[in-house]
Every structure is written in structure tokens, then in C-alpha cells.
Nanobody
Framework: QLQLVESGGGLVQPAGSLRLSCTAS????????IGWFRQAPGKEREGVSC????????AYLESVKGRFTISRDSAKNTVYLQMNSLEPEDTAVYFC???????????????????WGQGTQVTVSS
């Protein structure tokens, strides 16, 4: 059973940066596609970015392209989401999630993911 724990959220001013971490335990995360999702109050949970198993493919939500970067440190069993040029619209609870697949690509579709972290709050405000 894979367990995921997010960290790194907080309050940041517009144009600022944050780096979120998603640390996995209970299994080797490199076998899993890992995704970052976010949910703002009153809105649906949306996929922000994902990295495939064995890091062969990456995908981003259109609105974060060029600002967010996903990466994986397999030695630490951790996936990062570097968020730059943050905007108030990025305010949300951010979740990491995972699913095991032999496909060397990932999808930003909530229903594909079997394991979820508890979430970390990101607030962008002056």
C-alpha cells in the first residue's frame, strides 16, 4: 500500500515561489505515475501536473505551463512541484496522487489515481 505525504505549502505573495514535496512510503514510487491536483473553494479538483513511471513523460495544465515544474528524486522517493510566478488564482489545496501503470505516460484525470495524500494549502495573496 502506497502512502503519500505532501509538504511545502504556505502563504506567498503574487509573483512569489513555492516548492511542494510529495514523499511516498510503502513502495517504490518510480513504479507509479505521480500527479499533482488542486482544489479551490467551490471548484472541482483539477489536475495540475503529472510525471509518468520511470519519468518518461510529463504533462501540465495549460495555465501553469512555463511557471510550474514537476520532478522526481527517486533516491528520496519524492516528487516535487516547483511553482514560480504564482498568481492569486493558484490558491488552492494541493494534493499529490499516484497510480501504478506499465504505460510510460501519465494522465491528468482524477479517476485514474488510486492513492492520495492529505493535501497542503497554498495561498497566494498580498
Amino acid at each position: 500500500q502506497l502512502q503519500l505525504v505532501e509538504s511545502g505549502g504556505g502563504l506567498v505573495q503574487p509573483a512569489g515561489s513555492l516548492r511542494l514535496s510529495c514523499t511516498a512510503s510503502g513502495s517504490t514510487s518510480v513504479d507509479y505515475a505521480i500527479g499533482w491536483f488542486r482544489q479551490a473553494p467551490g471548484k472541482e479538483r483539477e489536475g495540475v501536473s503529472c510525471i509518468s513511471s520511470f519519468d518518461t513523460s510529463i504533462a501540465y495544465l495549460e495555465s501553469v505551463k512555463g511557471r510550474f515544474t514537476i520532478s522526481r528524486d527517486s533516491a528520496k522517493n519524492t516528487v516535487y512541484l516547483q511553482m514560480n510566478s504564482l498568481e492569486p488564482e493558484d490558491t488552492a489545496v494541493y494534493f499529490c496522487a499516484a497510480y501504478k501503470t506499465e504505460l510510460r505516460r501519465c494522465v491528468l484525470k482524477r479517476s485514474a489515481y488510486d492513492y492520495w495524500g492529505q493535501g497542503t494549502q497554498v495561498t497566494v495573496s498580498s
